[in-house]
């Protein structure tokens, strides 16, 4: 009986410290694998007309926002054209503004299918 007791402490002590140190080896793969999640953000992009600008706060307004413009930036924008804003991640700062060309907008209006014309009626 008491070999029996003494085996089983035995394997007891074997099982807590293989735990032990199983537990210490995954520990510095865990804290290795966190900067891996600290990615940066995808930053968001608006197209739209501008339906708003205030030159003194440097803001345009495109789809219901607004958006924080460069200074240098606020010169080549005019109220109702079409831009592409790339913001600051996590902002609603622009770090790029292009202004759509009306060429492209055109062309894209004018690759759409034409409603066909109604037939005449025939004379009788």
Do not use: Q
Not at 38 to 62: P, Q, S
Not at 116 to 121: E, G, R, V
């Amino acid at each position: 009986m008491k070999k029996v007791i003494s085996m089983i402490a035995v394997l007891a002590l074997v099982c807590f410290t293989t735990m032990v140190f199983a537990a210490d080896a995954a520990a510095p793969a865990a804290a290795k694998a966190e900067p891996a999640k600290t990615e940066m953000a995808k930053a968001d992009v608006i197209k739209g007309k501008i339906t708003k600008i205030d030159k003194t706060a440097n803001t345009i307004v495109v789809k219901g926002k607004t958006i924080t413009v460069k200074a240098e930036d606020m010169a080549n924008l005019k109220k109702g054209a079409m831009v592409t804003v790339t913001l600051a991640a996590g902002t609603m700062n622009a770090d790029k503004v292009e202004v759509v060309k009306a060429k492209k907008v055109a062309k894209k209006k004018a690759e759409a299918p034409a409603a066909p014309a109604p037939a005449a009626k025939p004379a009788e």
